[in-house]
Structure formats: structure tokens, C-alpha cells
T-cell receptor
């Protein structure tokens, strides 16, 4: 079975500050991990994905995430937050024989001017 | 390139009325198709998924149903809506034969049952 836990339903940062959104996964086999972003009243858009190549993955809009097997984590970071980063962020996992992506509950990123 | 279309974008329906939401995918064949519901603060709840025409798996027992009459068409239905059916419904697709590809989402349908 696979699962994803996103710590913190809301994260608030100032514009220009570091963004850190946490994601921990559980999987009995090597996982594939994804981060998505959702703007209000829109569908989800892929930010980046880990597919067992490089452990540090770079995505769109300056985001990156690092796969740490020892910590079962895939945290999302961005060095400097921008107002346009305010959105809902979802971590997801697929693994083993399951073709169903499992999503975390989401983290709402709030960016203050 | 592949695209996914979902409609309508918004819908207001009275309690007890029927529902039909449609999702179509273009530019790919034999995709995995998914219906999710998103309630405020509750993340994404998988409702149904399909790996082929006529093959539907239900994840959550409820008064909703899904059908896949064509390879790239996925329909979410209800005979009688409940207030609790209100939410944001998302259709998504993935390539059938891989684990490492992402899901592609439609723009969603905001359903309000009144």
C-alpha cells in the first residue's frame, strides 16, 4: 500500500522568503513521486516529478524537490517566494502494481507582501 | 499533443435532480481515466477509475456512478443529487502502461447542490 502525508494544511511566508512544503511517503517498493499545483477553481498542474533518476528534481516556476529515501521524504522548496506562488500544492505517489496515484491532503501556500 | 476537456465548468442543481458530467481526452489512446472530488480542506478523493471501455472501479460507495462508453470518454452521473454531493469534481488521465508518468487534469466542475 502507498500513502502520502503532507505536514501542515497551511504554510504562510513573506514574499522573498524560502518556501518549504513537506511531503512524506509510505511505499513498500520504490515510489514515483509528484508535486502538483492548483490555482483557485482550476485543475492540477504538474510542478515536478521524481522517477528514480536524479534525487534532486527541478521543476517549473523555480521549484525543486529532493528525494530522500532514508527519510521517506520529498519536500518541495523554492528559494524566494513570489506572490504568484500562492496556491494549493499536492504531493502524490504511484508505486508497485498500482496505477492509481495517491494524493496528500494538500498544503495551502499563503504569500504575504 | 494530448488534451483533456471537462464540462460544464460550473453547475447549480437542486436536490434530487440528476447529474451528468462529461470528460473527454484527445491525442492518446487507451488511457487510465479518473474522477476525483475535492471538498474544501479535504484534499482529493478518488471516486472512480477506469482502465478500459466499460471497466469501472468504484472507490467510495455513494449515489454516484461512472461510465466509459468510449475509449476516451468518461462520464460521472447521479440519478438523485444530495446536498453532500456539492464539491469540485476533477477528471484526470494517465498513460495505461507506466507508473512514472503524471496524471493530467481537466479544469474541473464546481457543483453546488441547493
Amino acid at each position: 500500500a502507498q500513502s502520502v502525508t503532507q505536514l501542515g494544511s497551511h504554510v504562510s511566508v513573506s514574499e522573498g522568503a524560502l518556501v518549504l512544503l513537506r511531503c512524506n511517503y509510505s511505499s513498500s517498493v520504490p515510489p514515483y513521486l509528484f508535486w502538483y499545483v492548483q490555482y483557485p477553481n482550476q485543475g492540477l498542474q504538474l510542478l515536478l516529478k521524481y522517477t528514480s533518476a536524479a534525487t534532486l528534481v527541478k521543476g517549473i516556476n523555480g521549484f525543486e524537490a529532493e528525494f530522500k529515501k532514508s527519510e521517506t521524504s520529498f519536500h518541495l522548496t523554492k528559494p524566494s517566494a513570489h506572490m504568484s506562488d500562492a496556491a494549493e500544492y499536492f504531493c502524490a505517489v504511484t508505486s508497485g502494481g498500482s496505477y492509481i496515484p495517491t494524493f496528500g491532503r494538500g498544503t495551502s501556500l499563503i504569500v504575504h507582501p | 499533443s494530448q488534451t483533456i476537456h471537462q464540462w460544464p465548468a460550473t453547475l447549480v442543481q437542486p436536490v434530487g435532480s440528476p447529474l451528468s458530467l462529461e470528460c473527454t481526452v484527445e491525442g492518446t489512446s487507451n488511457p487510465n481515466l479518473y474522477w476525483y472530488r475535492q471538498a474544501a480542506g479535504r484534499g482529493l478523493q478518488l471516486l472512480f477509475y477506469s482502465v478500459g471501455i466499460g471497466q469501472i472501479s468504484s472507490e467510495v460507495p455513494q449515489n454516484l456512478s461512472a461510465s466509459r462508453p468510449q475509449d476516451r470518454q468518461f462520464i460521472l452521473s447521479s440519478k438523485k443529487l444530495l446536498l453532500s454531493d456539492s464539491g469540485f469534481y476533477l477528471c484526470a488521465w494517465r498513460r495505461l502502461d507506466t507508473l512514472n508518468t503524471e496524471a493530467f487534469f481537466g479544469q474541473g466542475t464546481r457543483l453546488t447542490v441547493v
